[in-house]
T-cell receptor, first 114, second 115 residues
């Protein structure tokens, strides 16, 4: 079955530390991959996306993500976290051939300690 | 500025009442979506529409209804048949034409509380 998993429900990091949020998917082909961020009580904002080509993609706010086909993963990274990065992060996947509908992971809540 | 506008931002409802959440977009997008968000469950698709006068059920359509009479508008009605309507509702849109990759643009959400 097609699915997307974010194994970490909560993550806490210190300001200035590096960050990696995990995302795994289950699918027989390469899907379209996205990371969105949501501040409390707000809508979702697109951080970055991967469709094809270079497997390391750069996004807004200093975030990057790497697609690893062998691991069916699309982990989000940031070298140095700022307090304003505290939010909820969602990995999302379009399983091509499924009508281009976006399927979301359950999200990872990031807390940043000062 | 182009974007998606949801209203109201907060809404309180008594049990047994229907309520309608508004979603308007000026991005000239063909497709529009309604998601429900509950803590720890991510976003779940309620309904979506790819063209005017047509819409499809998503994963959790029971107790909800929609209409798509205009390209710009996709209102969601939460009916009294929805057993647990308290949630955060998000509207989104996408291009849905050739080359569409499924990227969504979101409104700021409407929080519905049933008293």
């Amino acid at each position: 079955a097609q699915s997307v998993t974010q194994p970490d429900i909560h993550i806490t990091v210190s300001e200035g530390a590096s960050l990696e949020l995990r995302c795994n998917y289950s699918y027989g082909a390469t899907p379209y991959l996205f990371w969105y961020v949501q501040s409390p009580g707000q809508g979702l904002q697109l951080l970055l996306k991967y469709f094809s080509g270079d497997t390391l993609v750069q996004g807004i706010k200093g975030f990057e993500a790497e697609f690893k086909r062998s691991q069916s993963s699309f982990n989000l990274r940031k070298p140095s976290v700022h307090w304003s990065d505290a939010a909820e992060y969602f990995c999302a996947v379009v399983f091509t051939g499924g009508g281009n509908k976006l399927t979301f992971g359950t999200g990872t809540q990031l807390k940043v300690e000062l | 500025d182009g974007g998606i506008t949801q209203s109201p931002k907060y809404l309180f409802r008594k049990e047994g009442q229907n309520v309608t959440l508004s979603c308007e977009q000026n991005l000239n997008h063909d497709a529009m979506y309604w998601y429900r968000q509950d803590p720890g469950q991510g976003l779940r698709l309620i309904y979506y529409s790819q063209i005017v006068n047509d819409f499809q059920k998503g994963d959790i359509a029971e107790g909800y209804s929609v209409s798509r009479e205009k390209k710009e508008s996709f209102p969601l009605t939460v009916t009294s048949a929805q057993k647990n309507p308290t949630a955060f509702y998000l509207c989104a849109s996408s291009i849905a034409r050739a080359g569409d990759t499924g990227e969504l643009f979101f409104g700021e959400g409407s929080r519905l509380t049933v008293l």
